[in-house]
């Protein structure tokens, strides 16, 4: 099972504190989510989390390897951080064809499924710059799934999403926690973040003033 662990982690950009020595351990076949107003620092932990960023104290382990020492990156992981960006002149498949060679674990058939999964067409040969906001957050999400990662971060999924989009992401979220993965979701809905998590940590001012 996946572990994520947090030890008295601490960021800070110029003199302003992001995130305040926070503790906490996640597991595999989880829904974690994070709740907070922005700039409360949720973006922050997904960014510490994902390897994207080093803590300025403390320590980021992953199935007991620390980032940024053992490994630079998590070795299985999925990620929506703030906007999805593509390349403006392929199409939703190359986009995600080209992403799936770096690590070459998945191929077209997995894509074609994933492309599907989020309700866009694999065959539409349209130009990612062409693509509604909706359309590219859908494409956003199917990148972050498609090779069945361990952690899966979801950084507000639902923006630009119309109802049947909204439905499809809370669909996609349990599926993956189902099959095991650690999904950490962060929303500004509350009520979905509810339904959707098993358990809910709330951040203020890059604390963690409470767990439910």
């Known amino acids: 099972m996946t572990k994520v662990e947090l030890i008295e982690v601490t960021k800070r950009i110029k003199q302003a504190t992001v995130i305040d020595n926070v503790t906490e351990t996640l597991y595999g076949g989880s829904i974690v989510g994070l709740k907070g107003i922005n700039g409360s620092g949720k973006t922050m932990l997904m960014r510490l989390i994902s390897g994207l960023i080093k803590p300025t104290r403390g320590l980021v382990k992953i ?19 703030e906007n999805p960006a593509f390349l403006d002149h392929y199409s939703g498949f190359k986009n995600l064809e080209l992403l799936a060679s770096i690590k ?67 669909d996609i979220v349990t599926e993956e926690r189902d099959r095991g993965a650690l999904v950490v979701l962060a929303y500004h809905d509350h009520e979905i973040l509810k339904f959707l998590s098993d358990e809910i940590i709330e951040i203020k001012q890059g604390q963690v003033v409470g767990r439910t």
């Open 63 to 81: 199935n007991d390897k620390v980032l940024g020492k053992d490994i630079s990156f998590p070795e299985s992981i999925g990620m929506l951080i």
């Open 104 to 170: 070459q674990i998945i191929g077209s058939e997995k894509i074609r499924e994933t492309i599907t999964r989020v309700d866009l067409d694999p065959d539409d040969g349209k130009y990612y710059q062409k693509y509604s906001l909706g359309m590219k957050q859908r494409l956003g999400i199917a990148a972050a799934i498609m090779e069945s990662p361990d952690i899966v971060i979801l950084d507000e999924p639902t923006n630009s999403l119309d109802s049947d989009g909204v439905q499809i992401v809370k």
